[in-house]
């Protein structure tokens, strides 16, 4: 009797087995061409060392130089993700001066991430009737940012 009990439960296992938990994700096909491009998103960092001194993508660059770069962001589509770095020891007036530069060249957008900066410093929020409005591009943006 227990015999069949057992073949019987045997049985029922292997028929009824747990179904498998998973998460579907369509992915996109790739192109004809066959050029899937670059697996990481584009992005940009731009530090402020504790001197006052600016680096973009960790490469030195004067005031001037870096007001080129950001020129050459704003026509790129879709905009590089731009990470605002600067050091907890950075002055806030250079770090407000280069803000100031970033708001003239309108790139405090959805792309424009602080990185680390709440680790040092706590900064204000202002009203939302204050912020300026700025059109909408398209952000090239990764994940867990």
Known sequence: MAAIWLISATMVMAVYTNPA???????????MSGDLGSLSTVGNRL???????LYWNSQLVSEGELSKLLDQTMVEFPQPALWFEPDGDASYESAAHVLALLREK?????????SNAPLYRQYESPQPSELPTFQRRDCDMPSGY
């Open 47 to 53: 530090s402020i060392a504790r001197d006052g001194t």
């Open 106 to 114: 309108q790139l405090l957008d959805r792309c424009f991430r602080f």
């Open 21 to 31: 938990h998973a998460i579907l994700v369509d992915l996109p096909l790739p192109t």
